[in-house]
């Protein structure tokens, strides 16, 4: 939480159901604010893990539209560069189990490249883009260590830059990022495709 002349930021190992609300009041207690006070929310969007961005930005939006805030969504690779200049850059993010989002940028102003796999594959594409005056910069939640809270001091000071020069800081604006499409809407339009051709016997007699 960011005021005119002080930040706070609150750290838990606790689940997002379980947590956010509990840090949102001890933030505002710190801040000695309420919740009308509150004149913008930043929120990150992912990648990353698919319960918490569905938890964190439902959360988030619930507020702003309750309370009438603007709302800015941060991506996670933006979290983790936050104010990393050594190009070139990849920014990561986890999501399930030994698999990772990765966003790469050769220079400042570069076009970046996306990928995702392992945590091999995310330091061979580091090696890959490595230049004569050294190796790449890789920042992300598992391969370089942040103190607690960082990454939500971030999140706030971007959207603070972002709402800036944004319009439309509306709730009905965020769109999570899963870094890929999840498996239930893989699985749904599979259903839907199905129903649509029909049963496996009448698409023979077809």
């Known amino acids: 939480m960011l005021t005119e002349d002080r930040e706070f930021a609150l750290a838990s190992h606790a689940g997002a159901l379980e947590s956010l609300a509990v840090l949102t009041s001890q933030a505002l207690e710190q801040a000695q604010s309420t919740i ?6 930043g929120v990150c969007t992912g990648p990353g893990s698919f319960t918490g961005l569905r938890i964190g930005v439902a ?4 507020l702003a ?3 009438g805030i603007p709302i800015v969504g941060i991506s996670s690779y933006d979290v983790v560069s936050y104010k990393i200049t050594a190009f070139p850059i990849i920014s990561v ?6 698999y990772y989002y ?7 102003g570069t076009e970046p490249l996306f990928i995702q796999g392992s945590r091999e594959v995310i330091e061979r594409a580091g090696a890959e883009v490595a230049t004569s005056n050294g190796a790449a910069t ?5 391969f370089s260590v942040a103190q607690p809270g960082e990454a939500a001091r971030a999140v706030a000071r971007l959207a ?5 020069h944004a ?7 965020i769109i999570i990022d899963y870094g890929q499409r999840p498996n239930a809407v893989v699985n749904w339009e599979k259903r839907q495709r199905a129903n649509e051709e029909g049963p496996p016997l009448s698409r023979l007699e077809d």
């Open 138 to 142: 890789i920042v992300g939640p598992d």
């Open 93 to 98: 993010a986890r999501g399930k189990r030994d």
């Open 36 to 41: 009308d006070e509150l004149a913008l929310i």
């Open 59 to 62: 959360f988030a939006k619930t």
């Open 167 to 173: 319009d439309g800081l509306d709730w009905t604006n």
């Open 160 to 164: 603070r830059l972002a709402a800036q």
């Open 102 to 108: 990765a966003r790469v940028v050769s220079a400042p």
């Open 65 to 67: 539209q309750v309370q």
